[in-house]
């Protein structure tokens, strides 16, 4: 199947208020350009210097999404253009992210990403943490970000019932935070294995990468 057909497989299990992020990490130029071609807007990049580098010569109504872990010192190369960072596990990283902004004049939109799956090794807030940066005051003076949802990302398994469990939890979350955050809209998760339980349990952003361009080296 080409991306073109992919894409439109995808975009026609998706409930309207379900935004496609299509992650091309690792991906050439020539099939973003396809994606474009089919009417993508949406691109996910997990490295700010390869995204960089694909935004410069690719049409500027792109959106590009940052969704992998960030480094602060790397939030300068990205802050002029970036739609949207999914991956925000820090009050450090959201200041730098605030500075930056700033220097562009800009308001640049987050999501926090929590930490819902088993593996300790992905990143993110846990619920402690959550509570306690929104208790937070530093947070009344960031005022070139704008904290608009939360992501994350469930436990690689085959076990379907674990996914969702996770999903579940995640979204639980998402309905308690926005007592605190009312602008809360967006919850980003579901990848390639999981975008149809996700979408289940309440995603508004699925970040999908392999099903549309084929598996990654
Ligand atoms: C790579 C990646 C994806 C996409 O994964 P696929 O399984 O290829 O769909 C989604 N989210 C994050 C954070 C990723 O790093």
Redesign the pocket.
């Known amino acids: 199947m080409s991306i073109k057909d992919n894409l439109k497989t995808i975009k026609e299990s998706l409930t309207p208020h379900v935004t496609l992020v299509a ?1 091309s ?1 690792t991906k050439p130029i020539a099939d973003i350009e396809e994606a474009y071609a089919a009417g993508q807007r949406v691109f ?1 990049e ?1 490295k700010i210097q390869e995204m960089t580098e694909k935004q410069e010569v690719l049409p500027k109504d792109i959106e590009w999404h940052m ?2 872990h960030i480094q602060r010192n790397k939030v300068k190369y990205m802050a002029e253009y970036v739609a949207l960072i ?2 925000v596990d820090s009050l450090k990283l959201l200041k730098e992210i605030n500075k930056q902004a700033k220097k562009h004049n800009r308001v640049i939109p987050c999501l926090l990403q929590i930490h819902i799956a088993e593996e300790d090794t992905k990143f993110g807030f846990d619920e402690n943490d959550l509570n306690e940066l929104i208790a937070s005051s530093d947070l009344e003076q960031l005022t070139n970000i704008k904290i608009v949802g939360l992501m994350g ?1 469930a436990t690689f398994t085959d076990n379907s019932q674990q996914i969702r469990k996770e999903f579940k939890r995640l979204k639980d979350l998402f309905e308690k935070t926005k007592l605190a955050f009312p602008d809360l809209s967006q919850l980003s998760m579901g ?3 999981d975008y149809k339980i996700a979408i289940e349990e309440g995603s508004t952003m699925i ?5 549309i361009f084929g598996s ?1 080296n």
């Open positions: 992650v990490k996910g997990n969704i992998g999914h991956g990302m990848m390639s294995g970040r999908v990468g392999s099903s990654r």
